[in-house]
């Protein structure tokens, strides 16, 4: 049996109890704040998931949508990219008219002095016609273009969904009916002229309603609140 050296104090004995780690005897342990139960550890300059950010309004595994552009230039590129749109639906609608015309439109004999044809089915069948072209053309590119038409496409525009989820077909025709729902008073103007022009004027009406939603900042027509959307400028 050995004893400590003389004038060295001894040792306690250690009687089971375990010593805590990450600290030296005499020092006070180092405590950290619990992490709230359901909150992910991030890092400093990380970013969550997206489905984080469901709180704020967009669907389970969304971000935000994007803000619309700011100021009335957003406008300038959404009247050019439409004036390009019907550019390239001018030259089939020119064409429809002409052939609808030849087949339906009244013409005069001049060696029995009757005539023939009928203005109603003139404006009826061009009616449905142009209203095929024109919600096609526009179904079809934001269905394959991601939310962007061609004048959309050249000008850096696309529609999105308010709420951030995907651009979906019953949304594209939502919008597209809307924008051109006032074409139907054409059908009928071969019973009363007026009404071709009033179809005319309801379809420029709703084209051109987004310039008086410029408080709201994003600069929605007609269409665009029925169906959900708008129009924001990408990079």
Known sequence: MSYPPQGQPS?????????????????????????????????????????????????????????????????????????????????????????????????????TLETSGSWFLTYFVSGIL??????????????????RTI???????????VNGAPLDQQTILQRTGVLYGGQVFYLFGGVLLFLSALGALVTLGVALSPFLDGQSGRYQGVHDKFAGTQVIKQA
């Not at 805590?20 to 990380?46: D, E, I």
């Not at 142009?130 to 939310?147: A, I, K, M, N």
């Not at 004048?151 to 969904?161: D, P």
């Open 151 to 161: 004048g959309k496409k050249v000008m850096k525009l696309k529609i999105v969904r």
């Open 130 to 147: 142009l209203l095929g072209l024109y919600v096609g053309y526009e179904y079809f590119c934001l269905t394959s273009q991601d939310g």
């Open 11 to 111: 040792e306690p004995p250690n009687y089971g109890q375990p010593q805590q780690p990450g600290y030296q005897q005499g020092q006070p342990p180092q405590q950290g704040y619990p992490q709230q139960p359901g909150q992910p550890g991030f890092q400093q300059g990380q970013y969550p998931p997206p489905g984080q950010y469901a709180q704020h309004g967009a669907p389970q595994g969304q971000y935000p949508p994007p803000a619309a552009g700011s100021g009335n230039h957003i406008m300038l590129d959404r009247f050019l990219a439409r004036l390009i749109d019907g550019a390239i639906m001018l030259i089939p609608a020119i064409v429809i008219n002409a052939v609808v015309r030849a087949i339906f439109a009244p013409t005069l004999d001049l060696r």
